[in-house]
């Protein structure tokens, strides 16, 4: 007879057994001989096995908005632990209470209401949107925006800008059409008077679904289904569309029959400034999918609202769409922890006024020291860019690391805008934590300049 086994008792910190770093090697975006493993975390600062210290300016990829908080586990853990582990046809007042809250969130700003629907992350989130959008106007060609990332998953690569993330796995058979945008300064065609995109831009996005343009709208079968949209492109390096641009290709998406998708899982809960990104140019999609700030990357759950009726099952008939994890209780805890959070801040779209004057006056500070490297910044809320001279972006960010013997700093940086540093802060992060940044920064853009001489 065999007896279950008791609890496992965690090795004390001096006794951390020796892992060999290929063990974990595969699966981490950044790849480096030494990366530091973390034990602790509070606020801003991040802790190493080693006992180095490190400000973390990208917030785990913009989820954590109000840093690192053990209080948010404990607090998501009264919430659930009562509730058995309920399978995704189970209802529980917890699952209701998140859900209402949720609509609300998204309802006070498109002004209309809707349905909203869980799912596990970002990727499967915006496949859930297409879902939806597909059960109401028939399957059919998807366009994005140059520049997107909506996700790494077979379907939502397929949006996404870079080849690199198609070429392994991709849903081939998805029809989906890049239209150009550019952000201020990267435009061909600007409008002096404008201070942006002129005519020809919004010209380009709106050619779409003549006999002309290869790419069908109202009147031909397979038609434009799904306009898909980041009010600022993380991935792409914070880039904004021109706010004209984005308004005409909403307008000629819904002309043409297409259901218009705001993708809000990095731009959401003021990381860009108001509630939402798109509240950033005054359009209002028909389906929103938000998620890393709903649980402050303490669980993986997104959350999709379809404005009515657009996901009622008559069309999206019961069934369409579920996973065995959906709506597990302790995700939902977390979510419920988090939006109590949300709910005690009231005056964040102000906060995140400050916020983005605060880094525009440090990221000025930094250009008007580094002229030769630093060629311009722009903050939005909790979300800022550097952009460099050069590609020099993965070089900086790896030198932020190190570059200071008392703090490394995290910065982001992708392979799609490598003259882009990305930063985005816990949303909470003080002045104090912000001149560490600077200071980082400009001893990383020195130690940058001598790396670059001595090629
Ligand atoms: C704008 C945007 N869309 C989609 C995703 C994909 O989300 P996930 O990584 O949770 O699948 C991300 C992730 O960074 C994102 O920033």
Not at 63 to 88: K, M, N, V
Not at 207 to 218: K, N, P, Q
Not at 320 to 338: E, F, K
Not at 341 to 365: G, K, N, V
Request: net charge negative; proline share 7%.
């Amino acid at each position: 007879m065999t007896t279950a086994p008791g609890p496992l008792a965690s090795a004390p910190e001096t006794e951390r057994p020796t892992i060999p770093p290929h063990v974990g090697a595969g699966n981490l975006i950044y790849r480096a001989d030494h990366i530091p493993r973390f034990v602790r975390a509070e606020g801003s600062h991040l802790e190493s096995a080693d006992g180095r210290r490190y400000l973390d300016a990208e917030a785990a990829n913009g989820t954590a908005a109000f840093g690192y908080d053990r209080t948010i586990l404990a607090d998501a853990l009264r919430h659930c632990q009562d509730l058995p582990a309920l399978p995704s046809f189970c209802e529980s007042d917890l699952r209701l209470n998140v859900l209402h809250r949720l609509e609300r969130l998204f309802s006070e700003a498109t002004g209309v209401p809707g349905r909203v629907e869980l799912d596990l992350g970002g990727a499967q989130g915006m496949e859930t949107a297409l879902r939806i959008a597909f059960s109401a106007v028939g399957p059919g060609t998807v366009v994005v925006f140059e520049g997107s990332f909506h996700g790494r998953s077979g379907v939502t690569s397929m949006l996404s800008a870079s080849p690199r993330y198609r070429e392994l796995l991709a849903a081939w058979g998805l029809e989906v059409v890049r239209l150009p945008v550019h952000d201020g300064a990267g435009c061909p065609h600007p409008d002096p008077a404008r201070g942006g995109c002129g005519a020809a831009c919004v010209a380009a996005v709106t050619r779409w679904g003549s006999e002309l343009s290869g790419v069908g709208g109202t009147g031909f079968r397979r038609g434009v289904s799904a306009f898909v949209f980041e009010s600022v492109q993380n991935v792409g390096g914070m880039a904004e569309p021109d706010h004209a641009v984005l308004k005409a290709a909403v307008d000629h998406a819904r002309a043409n029959g297409a259901v218009v998708i705001a993708d809000e899982i990095f731009t959401g809960m003021h990381r860009t400034g108001p509630r939402w990104g798109f509240q950033r140019s005054g359009v209002t999609p028909d389906i929103v999918v938000a998620s890393k700030a709903l649980t402050n990357g303490a669980a993986a759950l997104s959350a999709v609202w379809a404005r009515e009726p657009l996901a009622a099952p008559e069309t999206y008939r019961p069934g369409s769409h579920s996973s065995t994890y959906i709506g597990i209780p302790h995700a939902l805890g977390v979510a419920r922890a988090v939006l109590d959070r949300w709910d005690r801040w009231p005056d964040a779209e102000s906060a995140m006024s400050d916020l983005a004057a605060a880094m525009t006056t440090r990221l000025a500070q930094l250009q008007a020291s580094h002229p030769d490297l630093v060629e311009g910044h722009r903050a939005f809320g909790g979300t800022a860019r550097l952009v460099l001279t050069g590609d020099h972006a993965p070089l900086l960010r790896r030198l932020c690391l190190t570059a200071d013997p008392g703090l490394g700093l995290i910065v982001a940086s992708t392979g799609m805008a490598p003259d882009v540093i990305n930063i985005h802060p816990p949303l909470v992060i003080g002045a104090n934590d912000l001149d560490a940044m600077t200071e980082v920064l400009d001893q990383s853009l020195s130690l940058l300049a001598k790396t670059l001489e001595r090629r």
